[in-house]
Every structure is written in C-alpha cells, then in structure tokens.
Nanobody, 127 residues
Framework: QLLLVESGGDSVQTGGFLRLSCAVSGVNSDYYGIGWFRQVPGKEREGVSCISEKSRSNINYGDSAKGRFTISRDSTKNTVYLDLKNLRPEDTAVYSC???????????????????WGQGTQVTVSS
C-alpha cells in the first residue's frame, strides 16, 4: 500500500528557509509522479511543484514557487523534497504531497490525477 508522509513544516520569519520531505513507502516512488500542493482554509488547493516519474526527468513549478522553491528526488531514500527559500507570509499554508500512479507526459497540477495524498505539514511564515 502506497503511503506518503510529509515532514519539515515549521514556523519561520519572512526570508527564512525550510526543507519539506515527502517520504514514500510501499512502492518505488521513481515510477510515480509526485506533486506538492498547498492549501489555506477557505481557498482552493494550489499546485506548488511537481516532479515526473524518474525516467522523464520533468519538473514544473507553480507561479508562486518559481525562483524560490526547488523540488528534488532522492531515490535511495524514496523521498521527494521541496526546498522553500525566501519565504513570505503568503506562503503560510498546509503543504501536502501526492502521488500520480499513471504519470503520462509532463507532471501537472491536476488534482484528479493524484490518487494518493499525505496528511500535510504546516508552514507558517511571520512578518
């Protein structure tokens, strides 16, 4: 059974840095597209970044993440990371990772494509 567990969320000040981890168990995550999403109460879920299954080597970022966030994969640890730098108060949200079991083509932020979700980790950025 595929299981995703996020960690690394914390409270930081503006300009700070966090590394979020998405640990995958039950399957080899190299064969799955992995996406990072974030959500604030009362707002729609927002795609932050995604990485395709390993053989495609495709990465995408949402507009709010470009130039500040970096996604990476460590196959030896079956883990996908999301590095958040130069954090802003508007980055405050619950960040969740999700797995796309049929990652045809470039990775994307279509929520319906992601069948498996973690529980989320809270990121709070204060000014």
């Amino acid at each position: 059974q595929l299981l995703l567990v996020e960690s690394g969320g914390d409270s930081v000040q503006t300009g700070g840095f966090l590394r979020l981890s998405c640990a995958v168990s039950g399957v080899n995550s190299d064969y799955y597209g992995i996406g990072w999403f974030r959500q604030v109460p009362g707002k729609e879920r927002e795609g932050v970044s995604c990485i395709s299954e390993k053989s495609r080597s495709n990465i995408n970022y949402g507009d709010s993440a470009k130039g500040r966030f970096t996604i990476s994969r460590d196959s030896t640890k079956n883990t996908v990371y999301l590095d958040l730098k130069n954090l802003r108060p508007e980055d405050t949200a619950v960040y969740s990772c999700a797995a796309d079991p049929a990652p045809y083509g470039p990775c994307n932020f279509e929520v319906r494509n992601y069948d498996f979700w973690g529980q989320g980790t809270q990121v709070t950025v204060s000014s």
